[in-house]
């Protein structure tokens, strides 16, 4: 299938799946307690979809250059999503959305357009920050859905992942700067 457009994959059907689950995830959360576990299994759904894809990129041998840059995306614009859900049904701190979705911001900014050219890559910090990232925000999710008790472990853990998550941007802005750097002294 080398005559395929590098947008046509099955595992870049599946990213975007995960755009479309993001607005009933959000509109459960902004529900409030429901007393079920469905906007849990939602965004575990949601958040199954980003190995999912992945698996088959590598399986089906359907990587892609779209895939690379849509799947970051994805996984960015539905935490953020999620989160602004959380703070609007107040259970999280809109400084921690503000803050996520800054480094979002600076992230996409300053990293955006070389991760565009494919001079920098997802790296395994930033691989381990968004899957701690999901698990603490279904925690919250679960919390505020049908498990209040979890509350406070979830904000703690979302606190946590928003410290790895100005980590995470700051080594990409750092890579970023460095490539700069060696390009000019060539």
Not at 7 to 28: D, Q
């Amino acid at each position: 299938m080398a005559d395929r457009p590098d947008w046509a994959t099955i595992p870049n059907a599946v990213t975007l799946l995960r755009f479309l689950l993001l607005g009933p995830v959000c509109w459960l959360v902004l529900q409030g307690p429901s007393g079920h576990p469905l906007p849990l299994v939602l965004l575990l759904v949601w958040a199954s979809t980003d190995w999912i894809d992945g698996f088959l990129a590598r399986r089906l041998d359907q990587r892609s250059r779209t895939g690379e840059v849509m799947d970051p995306i994805a996984d960015r614009i539905g935490i953020a999503l999620v989160a602004l859900s959380l703070a609007l049904a107040g259970v999280l701190s809109w400084w921690a959305v503000g803050i996520i979705a800054a480094v979002d911001l600076l992230s996409l900014l300053v990293a955006g357009p070389a991760a565009a050219r494919g001079d920098i890559h997802v790296s395994r910090l930033g691989k381990v920050r968004t899957a701690l990232m999901l698990v603490a925000i279904a925690a919250l999710v679960a919390a505020v859905s049908f498990a209040p008790g979890l509350t406070t472990a979830a904000l703690v853990l979302v606190w946590a992942t928003v410290g790895l998550h100005v980590v995470t941007g700051a080594t990409y802005v750092i890579e970023v700067a460095a490539a700069s750097r060696k390009e000019v002294e060539r």
